[in-house]
């Protein structure tokens, strides 16, 4: 409806100070043009919004003005009081401050939507945890943070995944958590990357401040490096034939392995099937698994290694 997304023009501005025709056409998922026009019924309506000209230019509201609209809908209370990872806040050291602060938010609502938020919790509750926790230990979570709240440069030992270790000066942008994975981005050399946080073994934050990149957005920056990421991922790719018994199995039987495509079962009532690995060692190691249920069509090279491993689980029960 036009009228909640005046509301929401609205507040974006409030909260943001200055947007883009663009950006809040993007937001709002309507045209630049529907926008325009919006613009016009607020400034009819007696809201002060003013546009700003030139390559920094964009729409804001007049100096001080600032709506008092609290009305929530439904939907929107259900995402406000929607229970976070509390894994993640108990990382960030957050987790007394995120219930001080819902009791404030709570006691701020109408009585008649108190107990419908406090019902929520009850409703959804969010677990990143796997079954079998592995959770590396982020020593320098808080030293990150402090960094990353003041724009301080912050001194990191780092070890790579083949224990190579180093020492740099970095300009933290940005924690992210995938599943319960930390990452930190930020500035070394002047190129913008990633560390894992478990493999930080030292932080020490510097006096000396930076100015972050004003274009710089982590969310975006998050998704085009997966992508690269994924991208580049090494991929070795195998053709089996895969017996019946088996076939509910292996889209279980190991983070390593995707299956492609499955054809019809041949003659002999096995399954053609496409997968592929990040390497052939894991390609064999996840064949053998299955015993004589599986046999490789190709390529010839991992028969082969196949073969040598099989001789030499032979060999040690001689």
Known sequence: MRADRLISILLLLQNHGKMTTKALA??????????HRDMEALSVAGIPVLADRGKHGGWRLVDQYRTRLTGLKDSELKTLFLSPSFQLLSDLGYTKDWKEARQKLLAALPNTLQ???DNLWNRIHIDIDPW?????ESIALN????ALWEDR???????????????????????VAKGRTWYLIAVSNQEIKNFRVSRIKSAVLLNETFIRPADFQ???FWAESKQNFVRNLPVFEVEVEASPSIIERLSFSGRFAQVVSMDSPNENGW???KLTFDTKQEAASYIIGFGNQMKIISPSSLIESVKVIGESVLSLYK
């Open 26 to 35: 993007n937001e709002l998922e309507v045209t630049e043009r529907t926008i």
């Open 115 to 117: 107990s419908q938020a």
């Open 132 to 136: 079998k926790q592995s959770k590396h």
């Open 143 to 146: 030293q990150l943070q402090q």
């Open 153 to 175: 440069k912050i001194r990191i030992a780092y070890e790579k995944a083949n224990k190579d270790s180093s020492e740099r000066i970095v300009e933290p942008l940005g924690l």
């Open 218 to 220: 982590l969310a975006d």
């Open 271 to 273: 399954f053609p099937v």
